[in-house]
C-alpha cells in the first residue's frame, strides 16, 4: 500500500483546512487508518485514527472537537476536515495505515505516507 496526502497549506488561526490520504496503490478499505503530525523540533505524534468499518474513531485530546476524521470507501480515501486551527496545529501531517488494531504509537501503523505541511499563522 502506497499513501499519498494532500491538502495542506497556509492558514490563518481560526481557518479550516481538508486534508485527504489516498492509496496510489492497493485499498484501504481493510485499514485502520489514521493520522500523524510533527512540529519542528518535537516529536511525532498521533492525531486521530478510523477503523475499517468506519464506526469508531479515536482522537487526541489537543484535536477532539475541532477535528473530524472519515472515510469515503467508494474512492479509498481518508479525509480529514480541520476546523479552528491554531498555531500549535502547525506540523508536517502524516497519513498512516495499519493492518492490526487501534493505537496511538507510530509502530502501530505499517505504512506511512510522505507528509503533507500545514502551517497555522497567529
Known amino acids: 500500500v502506497q499513501l499519498q496526502a494532500s491538502g495542506g497549506g497556509l492558514v490563518q488561526t481560526g481557518a479550516s483546512l481538508r486534508l485527504s490520504c489516498a492509496a496510489s496503490t492497493g485499498t484501504l478499505s481493510t485499514y485502520v487508518m489514521g493520522w500523524f503530525r510533527q512540529a519542528p523540533g518535537k516529536e511525532r505524534e498521533f492525531v486521530a485514527a478510523?477503523?475499517?468499518?468506519?464506526?469508531?474513531?479515536d482522537y487526541a485530546d489537543a484535536v477532539k472537537g475541532r477535528f473530524v476524521l472519515s472515510r469515503d470507501y467508494r474512492k479509498s480515501t481518508v479525509i480529514m476536515q480541520m476546523n479552528s486551527l491554531r498555531p500549535d496545529d502547525t506540523g508536517v501531517y502524516y497519513c498512516?495505515?495499519?493492518?492490526?488494531?487501534?493505537?496511538?504509537?507510530?509502530?502501530?501503523?505499517?505504512?506511512w505516507g510522505q507528509g503533507t505541511l500545514v502551517t497555522v499563522s497567529s
Open positions: 498512516v495505515a495499519g493492518r492490526s488494531g487501534y493505537g496511538r504509537r507510530t509502530n502501530d501503523y505499517d505504512y
Open positions: 478510523i477503523g475499517w468499518s468506519g464506526s469508531r474513531i
